[in-house]
């Protein structure tokens, strides 16, 4: 299948940013230490029955030890850029209030060593770990976090700001408030079904604030970490594309219109709400430097399954009340996680976006893209993945679509939410007894297609 010898990825333009992506949580570990406070995930993973290998993220991948070394791999890859997250309960141990100085430190000293390294260092200030003290009273659901996060991307800015070109506020507010506050599937665990949506707004309402604190100190490039993917309808019949219609509303365009249009798409949608919103819209629509899309594949969708087919989507976990169903989409690879494998779902996503947005949408970067497989080491089938996704993006490169940006996710092997450690997206392997890293094939790969699109032998 892959062959590892050529990089066989054609050129990007000039300036394209070549990065790879991890999160705080996911990788850091040291829950404890230095004066970090706890998180709504932290919570949530102490929850039996919540994380599915009953794990949790106390030791992770233990970057918040052993940062240089990864530091150092960052370097090797010749990354020319890090996408990370700021913990916001390192930084503000209860969400607001004292400022814990270690927390900051730490993030002080990566950024200092990632510029000294000529690794430009791209903070996303919320990867999910929201700060348990504000998840009791509430979290996301609660208008005034909204606020208290613009206060802490101005204490982050404040430290960072003058060594960072691009910020990134939010990461997927979608899978929190879908999955965080409707499913429960995720932290914090609540099952409210629609009335989640006050968690959309409120984390959007955030990123607008945010967005107005960080260009009070300065910020020169913002922009926003969502995931997007085509959403495609089981058939042509109705009842199939009305389903389609609406997952494609509450997973794509609920979060990218208003703080692309500044509105929300659908009128309906007003009354699930928190009151009105129309002064809200404007921080939210800010206009923003870049728009970040972390893409994985296209969802198949058609109308509810019947009891008698619940089994089909017992992977997907969708509780039958729902008005719509996932469907696996046939005739596809499958990744180590059985996502499909679809890389002409990432230049369709573009062109939906070009279409929908126009002259409203800025220059694209890709924050996410990548793949599991519990390969440890010869991973083949990451190497055709990511060529075959890179392949795919230059064609809407070509076509003319602003792209200034791609990153991979991710990194390490990491600590996938609730599927627990089993899940390995990294290009380097981690061993989770002994926190010894080992670059796999897929890292050398891109190595030398990084080498290749700078132009020099480094
Ligand atoms: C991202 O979320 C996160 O930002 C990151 O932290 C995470 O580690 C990474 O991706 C890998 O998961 O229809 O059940 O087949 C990914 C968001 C939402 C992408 C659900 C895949 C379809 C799963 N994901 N989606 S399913």
């Known amino acids: ?47 039996p029955g919540s994380v599915k290998d009953g794990s949790d993220a106390a030791v992770a991948a233990g970057h918040y030890h052993r940062w240089p070394e990864d530091l150092a791999l960052l370097r090797e890859l010749g990354a020319g850029a890090y996408r990370f997250s700021v913990s916001w309960p390192r930084v503000l141990p209860s969400g607001s209030g004292a400022v814990n100085g270690p927390g900051l430190d730490f993030y002080d000293r990566l950024v200092d060593a990632l510029c000294e390294a000529g690794i430009q260092p791209v903070p996303t200030l919320f990867h999910w770990d929201t700060p348990q003290a504000l998840e009791e009273r509430g979290g996301w659901l609660e208008r005034d976090t909204a606020r208290l996060f613009a206060d802490y991307a101005d204490t982050v800015a404040a430290r960072l700001g003058d060594r960072i070109t691009h910020w990134v506020t939010l990461n997927e507010p979608a899978e929190v408030t879908l999955l965080g506050y409707g499913l429960g599937q995720h932290a914090p ?108 594949q296209p969802t198949l969708v058609g109308a509810p399954a019947p009891e008698s087919q619940a089994g089909e989507f017992a992977g997907i976990g969708l509780p039958g009340e729902l008005p719509f169903g996932i469907r696996e989409i046939p005739g596809k690879e499958r990744t180590g996680s059985g996502w499909a494998v679809v890389p002409e779902g990432l230049p369709e996503t573009l062109r939906t976006f070009c279409a929908r947005y126009g002259d409203r949408l800025p220059p694209v970067m890709i924050t996410e893209n990548g793949c599991a497989y519990p390969d440890p080491v010869h991973d083949r089938e990451r190497v055709a993945f ?3 996704h890179l392949r795919a993006l230059h064609e809407a490169v070509a076509e003319g679509i602003d792209v200034r940006g791609y990153f991979v996710w991710s990194l390490l092997d990491n600590f996938e939410w609730a599927e627990g450690y089993r899940p390995r997206f990294g290009l380097v392997h981690v061993d989770y007894q002994t926190l010894e890293r080992t670059p796999k094939d897929s890292f050398r790969w891109l190595r030398a297609v990084l080498r290749e699109q700078r132009g020099s032998s480094r």
């Not at 590892?4 to 000039?14: A, L, N, Y």
């Open 1 to 47: 299948v892959a062959d590892v010898s050529g990089p066989e990825v054609p050129r990007f333009p000039g300036g394209f940013l070549w990065g790879v992506s991890t999160s705080a949580f996911q990788i850091e570990g040291a829950v404890d230490e230095d004066g970090r406070g706890p998180s709504a995930w932290d919570a949530f993973t102490a929850r």
């Open 386 to 388: 990511l060529r075959a």
């Open 189 to 296: 665990g609540r099952r409210l079904l629609f009335d989640a949506l006050p968690a959309a707004h409120h984390q959007l309402l955030g990123h607008g604030l945010a967005v107005r604190a960080l260009r009070a100190r300065g910020a020169r490039s913002i922009g926003v970490a969502n995931s997007h993917g085509p959403v495609w309808p089981l058939s042509d019949g109705e009842t199939d594309r009305e389903a389609a219609e609406l997952y494609d509303l509450l997973t794509n365009r609920m979060f990218a219109d208003p703080l692309l249009l500044g509105r929300y798409p659908d009128e309906g949608l007003a009354a699930l709400l928190p009151g009105p919103v129309a002064d809200d819209l404007k921080a939210i629509g800010e206009p923003l430097d870049w728009y970040g899309v972390n893409y994985y």
